[in-house]
């Protein structure tokens, strides 16, 4: 494992333990606002943040808690922002939904489907005009790609050749309703195809295939001066049953938003035993038994950070 | 010279010799520019000019990205309703961003369909209530005076804004009439009068000038007021105007259930008392929403007498 490898592997774990941290905040009702956990999507936010070059910009939507985490926030400035207190990331003033961090490169975050995605045409257009070789990436889902500003920003970056790379997160969920549920399926490839961007597709959670396959994109995108899309497939982990006369098992019940209420943390963090899982998939690195063995003083470490 | 011959030179050199900028929209520098709006304005080392796509959301959010990443961004378009499109980007974003220090502007250059003709999209002449939702400044041009301030001193003013200008003005000779007194915060007094106090909102200058005249005519004079930043302008001269002058006439024709000239009257009942008032706006008629000339003529003796003049 080469030391950046093992950096990325102590990122994973870092983001894991810190949302489950935020859990049991969330568990203790200790914030207003809503909070979007990201479990289960450490994998590709850890990989952009290796890739960025400084000068690029990242814009989010309402769930971002992993990015934010990877581009460097603590988990005291985060709990804080959270619980709106002045000495939160960003002053108490943006809770979580809309939370962006200009000075780490998190420009914008909304927390309107599909509305950063414009934005971000017009990020990477400054870019162009100020001759500068940076890559806009700018993060959205598969329930947001159903918007109509998907296909507008696909049309104005492709038609101003702009330098910027769309992430879909595909978790297959929108709030309460599976992908087949609400609507047909989308080939994101062939859409990208009849527009000429180019399209990469990742999945598995292996970080550091992800930050290989990444950077020969962002160099691609910078090479041929056009955008492209990267579709992530990944779940939301903290899902779980709850009780219901209807279901014998109990009712199943998608992670969204707010607590995951089976979802708790143990000396290694993981929630379930499979690729599905950026924290499982760490267990087939070379420095498996180490990075068991960093997790619990690392729990213990980021406790303390909120005690 | 003409409305628009004037706002596309003012533009044209503020935009060519200004920081780095962007000029865009659909057919801005093809076939009419814009009727003229944007004719000739060329991209420069600092200025790109790009003919967009029928993108009318994304381009709203474009706008704001360019701002937010340090680039001026002007987005001329032919209609006010493309507004309509981009009131998410418009009214999410821009509440996103409140609070940033933004180093660039974001300019929305529209023209207001309000000759009448178009049918439903001059029932639209309402440009207050999409400012009001997006909370941003909302500029109107009747004059030479505003085209100045508005092009020179706001166009590229860090944050968002929409400057609209008149279609039905579009050809006529623009007024050049030197204010008595140019406010800053987008107040503008026309004339100076000891008679009755005269407020023009949307683009009623014109009509207003004219009646004016008439009034001169019965040797009234007037204090003309012409509030050409509908959202923002401090009234207070206006209504020290009117307790002076002991009368006030509010002009607007905008297309709207609730014009910002309301609030002249509502907000400030206290603050004029023992003035006479006469409130001349639009109602809401059958036939807003059918293509006519429909031209918001003032009936001047009927004025004069409800004014007690």
Partial sequence: ???????????????????????????????????????????????????????????????????????????????????????????????????????????????????????????????????????????????????????????????????????????????????????????????????DIAYLRLRGNDVPRYVDALQALRQEVLDRRYPAVVEVDLKSLGDWRMPNPDFPDGKYINYHAGLAPEASLSDWPTLRDDEWDPVHVLLESKNAAALRAWAPSAIAKMRSELA | ???????????????????????????????????????????????????????????????????????????????????????????????????????????????????????????????????????????????????EWAIKTQLMAPGPRIIAVSQRLYHTPVLTQECVKAVSNGLFQHDAGSDVTVVSYNFTLPQTLKLVDALKEKGRSSDVFLVADMMGADLAPVLESARKNGRLLVIDDSKTLTPPSMALLCDVQGALDGVKRVYLRRVAPADWFVPNADEFVLDHDDIARQLGL
């Fill in chain 2, 1 to 147: 010279m003409k409305y628009v011959e004037l706002i596309n030179q003012t533009l044209k050199a503020q935009l060519q010799s200004g920081p780095k900028s962007v000029l865009y929209g659909q057919n801005v520098a093809a076939g009419s520019c814009l009727g003229g709006l944007t004719r000739g304005i060329a991209a420069t080392k600092s200025l790109r000019v790009i003919n967009t796509t029928n993108t009318e959301n994304g381009l709203f959010g474009l706008g704001l990205g360019l701002m937010l990443n340090g680039v001026n961004a002007v987005f001329a378009m032919k209609q006010h309703d493309f507004m309509l499109l981009g009131i998410d980007q418009l009214t999410n974003t821009h509440y996103g961003i409140q609070n940033r220090k933004l180093t660039a502007g974001f300019t929305v250059l529209t023209v207001v369909v309000d000759s009448g003709f178009e049918g439903p999209q001059a029932a639209l002449n309402n440009l207050a209530e999409i400012a009001s939702i997006a909370r941003i400044p909302c500029l109107t041009v009747n004059s030479a005076p505003e085209v």
């Fill in chain 1, 1 to 195: 494992m080469t030391a950046n490898e093992d950096f990325l592997a102590h990122e994973v774990l870092r983001s894991r333990i810190a949302q489950l941290l935020i859990n049991e905040a969330i568990r203790e009702k200790t914030f207003r606002v809503p909070v979007h956990l990201a479990m289960g999507h450490e994998a590709i936010a850890v990989a952009v943040a290796n890739v960025r070059a400084p000068r690029d910009q990242v814009l989010l939507s309402h769930r971002n808690i992993h990015y934010q985490l990877a581009f460097g926030a603590s988990l005291k400035s985060l709990y804080d922002e959270y619980a709106l207190l002045p000495s939160g990331l960003a002053g108490g003033q943006l809770g979580s939904m809309n939370l962006s961090n200009p000075a780490a490169g998190i420009l914008y975050t909304s927390s309107v489907l599909g509305n950063n995605l414009p934005v971000a045409a017009g990020v990477a257009l400054a870019e162009q005009s100020k001759d500068s070789d940076a890559v806009t990436f700018v993060v959205t889902g598969d329930g947001a790609m159903e918007e109509g500003s998907f296909y507008e920003t696909l049309l104005m970056l492709r038609s101003q050749n702009s330098r910027c790379i769309i992430l879909v997160e595909n978790n297959e969920w929108s709030l309460a309703t599976q992908i087949s549920e609400r609507r047909c399926p989308i080939d994101v490839a062939s859409i990208t195809k009849g527009f």
